[in-house]
């Protein structure tokens, strides 16, 4: 059995192969950040290989890829894995092998890996939470740039500010009371 560790990046990936002793079989410091050449790697250290990266922002098309193949790819928790694992000197050949020797181990903190599709799902739903955010700080600048003694007016609809989504219209004058 091949335990194998990937450190990875935007345009490259860093490898380190452990046998079941423990000892590096096989080290790569910068294959291509595709999965053709990263294949071809794994194929050549024979027999069973399985695979441990980071859960970090370039984990999940790798992690599709190789389980489509049949490797069998295992996802880490970063923060677990830097509370498990501490290191002065930390390059990404040595995280490689920490990867490695965890998985080999049997102490990677693994997590839960969900398919594509509820990957896509919690993607739009992240997008659309940052959106109402987006608007609800848009809303507090506007409030904020109103002048002290402005006055919203009434809403079209016929409800009150609080209960209506219509327009937003100001008048300008002294408060003399709730709104309307």
């Known amino acids: 059995m091949r335990w194998v560790g990937l450190d990875l990046h935007l345009r490259y990936i860093t490898a380190c192969a452990l046998d079941d002793d423990g000892q590096v079989v096989a080290e790569h ?3 291509p950040a595709d999965v053709v050449p990263l294949v071809g ?3 050549a250290l024979g027999g069973a290989v399985t695979v441990a990266m980071e ?7 790798l992690h599709d890829q190789l389980s489509a193949v049949g490797i069998a790819a295992v996802a880490a928790h970063p923060y677990q894995v830097k509370l498990i694992w501490q290191a002065r000197c930390k390059t990404d050949p040595i995280d490689a092998r920490k990867l490695a020797d965890l998985l ?13 599709e509820v ?7 992240r997008g659309r939470a940052y959106l109402v955010r987006l608007r609800t700080s848009l809303k507090n600048r506007i409030h904020g740039h109103r002048p002290p003694n402005s ?5 079209a609809a016929g ?4 209960d209506c989504r219509c327009e937003l219209h100001l008048r300008m004058g002294p408060r003399e009371g709730p709104p309307e």
């Open 151 to 155: 006055r919203l007016a009434p809403c």
């Open 55 to 61: 859960a970090t922002l370039y984990w999940a098309w």
């Open 41 to 43: 790697w794994l194929q």
């Open 104 to 116: 080999r181990t049997n102490l990677l903190p693994a997590i839960w890996v969900p398919d594509a």
């Open 159 to 162: 409800g009150t500010n609080l």
């Open 119 to 125: 990957r896509a799902r919690r993607k739009l739903l």
């Open 29 to 31: 410091r910068r294959l």
